[in-house]
């Protein structure tokens, strides 16, 4: 005779059918994410809203004709919904387990690596650049690839923990270079560059032995050097970066507008500098919020950009799987450097590049494939608050962990139990 327990064979009210409620995974989501994290970012994108309704009478100007004139909201109004759709791919995306995380991003590169194979033919050309391709709407595979190469390569190079004699370097090697070379044919300088610092980053991390990434770099820099001489796109913006030619002169332009504001800005809407500045609702807007808004609306962006950094990699410092570590911090990379390098090319101290500032830039493909990122960085990012690890993931790789530690018998079971 088993003992009677009252309500022993009753299902918890909150697991109808064995399976999870609705409402109780959105309370385990909303318990496991980053919340500060994500903070950070929806305010980013609050403040882009604003700074495209400060950008669009300049761009709708610029874009009107005698036969048809944009309302100088136009771009905002556009914006808003994108971003309305951005948000809901974030959020859906936020909400995988790190395994479903890990399958779309594979399945999103399979995808767009094979359209990036196809724009070089059926592909729509404009300003001279052919990176675009319409399946029902307009829109960059390469935007939607780095995302997805990011999860690729973090995935390939956490093999390395089954079988370290894998060849993960030259798989990974491998991907960027062919989708650098997919990238020049468009031409796309400037992405490819994004693709290889991110590659890099992740191989660092890896723990690649330093002989063989030498090999790698060594040959990546000759390539460099040899794109600057074959390559007319990338030597142009060089030359015109080091010796102010008159074909990129809009970064000069950037540059007087961004300073044109002062410490506090002109106001909104009363900048008149952004008028003449080609881009200002996507390549150029941190300009015109240094017009409106002041350096020091600028200043707060970029120590907003940094917050989002430090707190994925703060995040990351007790991560024990090599998978999140890698893909976060790639992640990380990819949303940091992206804006990095469009905050530079406003202060005219780097190339012009054709590069969005993420998370506040006008843009359709752009705007979802930095909501895909976002959502992909909290998913993998996701960790029960009430288990406690007894290694150091980042702080490992960076010789603050205490892996040495974990010597003891015990102390690996403890482990093992916590994963």
């Not at 980013?44 to 004139?69: K, Q």
């Not at 917050?307 to 703060?314: P, Y």
């Not at 990380?332 to 780097?350: D, H, M, P, T």
Request: glycine fraction near 12%; include cysteine.
């Amino acid at each position: 005779m088993q003992p009677f327990v009252p309500g022993a064979k009753r299902k918890p009210a909150h697991i109808p059918g064995g399976k999870l409620s609705r409402w109780s995974q959105l309370k385990i989501w909303w318990r496991e994410i980053d919340r500060v994290l994500l903070g950070l970012v929806l305010f980013l994108m609050a403040g882009g809203a604003i700074a495209v309704a400060a950008a669009s009478p300049a761009s709708a100007d610029r874009l009107s004709t005698s036969s048809e004139t944009l309302d100088p909201l136009y771009f905002f109004y556009r914006h808003l919904g994108w971003q309305a759709v951005a948000l809901c791919i974030l959020f859906g995306t936020s909400m995988l387990s790190r395994e479903n995380a890990r399958r779309l991003g594979v399945l999103v590169a399979a995808a767009m690596l094979g359209l990036l194979f196809l724009v070089p033919f059926i592909g729509v050309e404009i300003n001279g650049a052919r990176r675009w391709i319409v399946i029902g709407m307009q829109f960059q595979p390469s935007e939607f690839l780095k995302p997805a190469f990011v999860i690729v390569v973090a995935w390939v190079l956490s093999w390395r923990m089954r079988d370290p004699n894998l060849p993960v370097l030259w798989l990974v090697t491998g991907l960027t270079g062919l989708i650098g070379a997919l990238l020049m044919m468009q031409p796309n300088f400037g992405e490819f560059m994004l693709f290889a610092g991110v590659w890099g980053v992740m191989i660092l991390l890896a723990g690649i032995p330093l002989k063989r990434l030498g090999i790698v770099v060594g040959g990546g820099l000759f390539l460099l050097t040899a794109t600057y001489f074959l390559y007319d796109n990338a030597r142009h913006r060089i030359d015109s970066f080091f010796g102010g030619g008159t074909a990129y002169d809009q970064v000069d332009l950037a540059s007087r507008t961004l300073l044109a504001g002062g410490w506090t800005g002109a106001g909104y809407g009363l900048g008149l500098r952004k008028m003449s500045l080609p881009e200002a609702h996507t390549d150029y807007i941190f300009s015109v919020i240094g017009e409106e808004f002041g350096l020091i609306a600028c200043a707060f962006i970029v120590l907003l950009y940094l917050a989002i950094v430090l707190r994925v990699l703060m995040r990351l410092v007790d991560e024990e799987d090599l998978f999140a570590l890698l893909a976060g911090t790639g992640l990380v990379a990819l949303l940091g450097g992206q804006a990095f390098i469009n905050i530079l090319v406003n202060l005219q101290l780097f190339p012009s590049k054709g590069m969005t500032l993420p998370l506040i830039s006008y843009g359709g493909s752009s705007t979802m494939a930095i909501a895909l990122t976002v959502g992909l960085l909290i998913a993998v990012t996701r960790r029960n608050p009430y288990l406690k690890t007894t290694t150091r993931g980042l702080g490992d790789l960076l010789g603050i962990g205490q892996g040495g530690a974990m010597t003891t018998p015990e102390a690996r079971i403890t482990r093992g139990i916590h994963q």
